[in-house]
């Protein structure tokens, strides 16, 4: 009975090292994309003192990785009007190229998309724990403020 218990011990510990041998052979990829969404409150095209930044603003992050498959990622700006989406995945596995586009803005005034952008595409080649900076989304108010003429 007493070896049959010890050989049950040994073989699940020996299960278990050869666990941790396969599972430390693959190699983890992280990576970040992120960009701002602000309102060009004079529909100027250019960032001023007048504009800022979308708090809530909604962006989507499409990413086809190196094997083939697809990921669909939804981001919302924070407080500074920053999005982020981040993913750690096996190296074979990476994000190869992405598409992050404008989904919609909350704010009451500013819900125009500016310079027609309904998308950034791009090949993600930055090594593991760097990140991809998208240009800023750009979203103006229907009117301009009598201000900015």
């Not at 708090?55 to 190196?66: D, M, N, S, W």
């Not at 310079?115 to 990140?131: A, Q």
């Amino acid at each position: 009975m007493e070896a049959q218990r010890k050989r049950k011990v040994v073989m699940v510990l020996t299960l278990f090292v050869m666990m941790t041998m396969f599972f430390s052979c693959v190699r983890a990829w992280t990576g970040e994309i992120h960009g701002r969404v602000v309102c060009d409150v004079c529909g100027d095209s250019s960032i001023g003192p007048e504009d800022h930044i979308l708090e809530g603003a909604e962006v989507a992050v499409l990413c086809i990785t190196k094997s083939g498959e697809v990921l669909n990622y939804q981001a919302f700006t924070d407080a500074k009007g920053i999005y982020r989406v981040a993913e750690t995945m096996p190296e074979s596995d990476r994000w190869d190229a992405c598409l992050a586009r404008p989904i919609s803005s909350f704010h009451e005034h500013c819900t125009h998309l500016g310079d027609g952008t309904s998308g950034i595409k791009f090949t993600y080649s930055r090594p593991s724990g760097y990140s991809h900076t998208i240009r800023p989304f750009v979203y103006r108010p229907a009117n301009a403020p009598l201000y900015c003429v």
